[in-house]
């Protein structure tokens, strides 16, 4: 098996994040009690579970810092800097090699204002970086513009102390009172109780350019940034992802199949069945046939069933979620251990006995096709202590594929499979007269598949680990377990290891052979495991071991790496790119990406070293990367109108970039990797967050193949 878990798919999740901040913000200007001359701006947070916001006090090589900008203050003064609360979370970043600090769930930061007198005014915004741990935003304004007068110019107090930008609030947090719940997009208007918000609504095709010259800087320039949302959409649809996905979870499930049917729970069962039909059909053949073809209908309907059941519980958007859940990995995790355990010889995982003795007396006690189901669901219920396990890590694989239907495939696939065989012994029953005999073999099947378990058991302990950055699992301790696993199941093959319920061979007197002699199958296969273990060692190093890419955890959790091989943007302007591409030739790739952006660092480090695709990104493409969250002001601010008519200014390079991405490619989070001829239009399906280097490769082989063809 190449491959016996597909790599969790976080495009669902990007997706579903691409159209709508996840963060709800509000501002509102409040009195200062006991002081006419101060005024406090509190811009409140509220934030979807996963993300964070990050605070003002951050390292300039971590994530986008909250910063409070003014553009325009008359007749005010700030006083101090921005307060928090409740005090945000400070941890230590080993990808930024910083401290930094943030919000979860919610926040607030306010900004006080000392009055001089007479009428005031006060324009300007904070921005804000959020980022989750698939995807960052691109920095975020919360923009206001408050306004009034000062009657008394005279102080009701001495100045108030004002808590230095991080140090929280001993009160807590309390929302203010506001109407409604929004999201920030565009700019403030002004409510009641001088209370301004930020309406977000998803990015479409209606969006538009208010100056495409003054965007681009350059006359024509503007087609560049026409919308192609439909373009993309179309060939993110079109695209064979999915299909494959569901063909390699159907494959996936013929393969549990067969090894099921290869178990000591399930093999034997198969004489004394077509047995059972063939007595029971005495000279009628034809009916002997349609009994067991009905009888491996029901095995299928069953595991379908169950299939089908699992879907209904979790739910469409449940699928999709629970690939990146921590706590749910953690609970996978455990699972596969307590399976892997059980197929070592630990312990034996049954149901109990009077379901299946219910089911043997359902199927004595009536007749016909019901008879013929009972029997099926007895086969089920018997032979759980060693089907049980590979459905669980069938399912685990499953759920976490990000598919609705793919628990429902997948039973099919292993139903089909497992039945299959009972239906054509009892069809061809001299067949098992060749069929091999029950034995120890079918014991060394469980083995391994218990050390197969234990080791994909470990990549969702790393999607914890990583999620929560207890930095237990990295790289090369990842690369270590597997490496020993993989070594012990070569040994155990070749028969130097031997665990307590393997069966015990005896020469000619009666004596048992401490070391029994080996097939040839399993000696090859005893080859190729080690083998595989040895591929894996100079991964310690920083090789990238492609075969395991998928699973281990990302190249920059290692410490020791000795592998340099690095490709870097020569553009980082858009329409500087895109000239370079025409002169050139070449197609352009688009990274929409952000110095602050966790996720676009593992792309860089786990899959753009890899030969190919750093051979495709250089000699083939012209790469132009994106920063959303560069401060590089721009000569002069830019309006442009938003998707719900609303008007945003637009700052700084990043804000340019964060825009391009938002009003022509109907995305917002990072990385995000598009493929474009030089007209800007897409030539395959967008590409988010993923370390799936063969999938990276065809994605980049599939758009210069249309580049060529349509040249």
Known sequence: MKRFVLHLILICACVCVGAQNPVSTSVKKQAVSGHDDLIDLVFSFTIQPGWHVYGPDNGDDGPTKMTFNTEQLEGCQLEGGLRLSPAPKRVMDNVFGCEVTYFENKGSATQRLRLKGGAWKAVGYLEYGTCNDESCMPPMPVEFSFEGTLQNSGSAGPPSAVSPA??????????????????????????????????????????????????????????????????????????????????GIFFLGIVGGLIALLTPCVWPIIPMTVSF????????????????????????????????????????????????????NLFLFALLVFFAASFLGGFEITLPSSWSTKMDEKASSTT?????????????????????????????????????????????????ALAAPFTLFAMFPTWLKSAPKSGNWMNVIKVVLGLIELAFALKFLSVADLAYG?????????????????????FYLLGWIRLPHDEDEYDDDGNVIARPKIGVVRFLSALCVLAFALYMVPGLWGAPCKAVSAFAPPMWTQDFNLNQNTVEATYTD??????????????????????????????????????????????????????????TPLPAPVEVIEADGTTRKLRTVGDRWSYLQRTKFGAQTQPFYVLVDHEAHPLAGSFSYKEDIPGFVSWLEGGLKRFEETK
């Open 277 to 328: 039909f063939l007595k029971r059909s005495k000279d009628d053949k034809r009916k002997g046939i349609t009994d067991a073809i009905l009888y491996g209908l029901s095995i299928v309907v069953i595991y379908v069933g169950l299939g089908l059941l699992v879907t209904l519980i979790w739910g469409p958007s449940s699928l999709n979620a629970l690939s990146t859940n921590a706590i749910f």
């Open 574 to 631: 858009y329409e500087e790119g895109m000239a370079a591409a025409r002169r050139l030739g070449k197609p352009v790739m688009l990274d929409f990406t952000g110095f602050g952006c966790v996720n676009c660092r593992k792309m860089e480090a786990a899959v753009w070293p890899d030969a190919r695709v750093r051979q495709l990104m250089t000699e083939d493409y012209v790469l132009v990367s994106l920063y959303v969250d560069d401060k």
């Open 368 to 416: 016909g096709l019901l008879s013929i189901f009972f029997m099926a669901l007895t086969l089920v219920l018997v032979s759980f202590s060693c089907t049980g396990p590979i459905i669980g890590l069938l399912l685990v694989d499953m759920v976490t594929s990000g598919s609705i239907i793919a628990p429902t495939v997948g039973m099919f696939g292993f139903a089909l």
């Open 166 to 247: 991080g140090t929280g609030n001993s009160s807590g947090f309390e929302p203010p009172v506001r109407e409604g719940t929004v999201t920030d997009e565009g700019r403030a208007q002004g409510k009641q109780d001088g209370e301004s918000s930020t309406d977000g609504a998803e990015t479409d095709t209606t969006s538009q350019i208010q100056t495409a010259h003054s965007l681009t800087g350059r006359e024509g320039g503007g087609s560049l940034w026409t919308p192609v949302i439909d373009e993309l959409h179309a060939l993110d649809a079109a695209s064979d992802t999915q299909s494959r996905s569901l063909w």
């Open 470 to 490: 207890w930095r237990l699992l990295d790289r090369e301790t990842f690369l270590c377990l597997w490496i020993l696993i993989f070594t012990l199941m070569g």
